[in-house]
């Protein structure tokens, strides 16, 4: 009868290929069918570790790799060989290249975008109720503008 206990996992329970040492994040990625790992890096964000770790799959596995954010994919530097060094090199660029932008801040699995920042329109949600206040414009008849008689039924804009 075997018992097998459990130990405190350092790994990051959304992120493949990193985990938790001394407050900081580290990523290593085993190189296929061998028994030696690639030390990618230790990053300050679980994010950037991450990236780091989806660029080494990226470059060893291919297109079979399980990535940690397979829409960033393309915008990943590609190391200009197989060897470790290299790997190791673009995989800091793209840690870097994720620290610099806002693109990738996990909410509880589902990403957030703040579309008043990408359009430009800080005020967007703000203009939209203004706009919900307006009265609408009066009816224009043949004769000129006027006022509809709401007497008889019950009028959405009669405040």
Known sequence: MSTSTKTPTSKH???R??????????????EPRKTTRIWLGTYSTP???????????????????????PD?????????SL????????AEAAAELVKCSDVVRPTGGVEFVDEEAIFGMPNLLIDMADGMMISPP????????SVVDSSDSDNLWSY
Do not use: T
């Open 13 to 15: 329970p959304l992120y």
């Open 138 to 145: 009066p009816e224009v008849g043949n004769d000129g503008p």
């Open 83 to 90: 060897e470790p060094a290299f790997i190791r090199s673009a």
């Open 72 to 80: 960033l994919a393309g915008s990943y530097p590609m190391p200009a």
């Open 17 to 30: 290929g990193i985990r938790c040492r001394s407050r900081k994040w580290v990523s290593e990625i085993r």
């Open 47 to 69: 994010e950037m570790a991450a990236a780091a770790y989806d660029v080494a799959a990226l470059s060893l596995k291919g297109c079979h790799a399980e990535l940690n954010f």
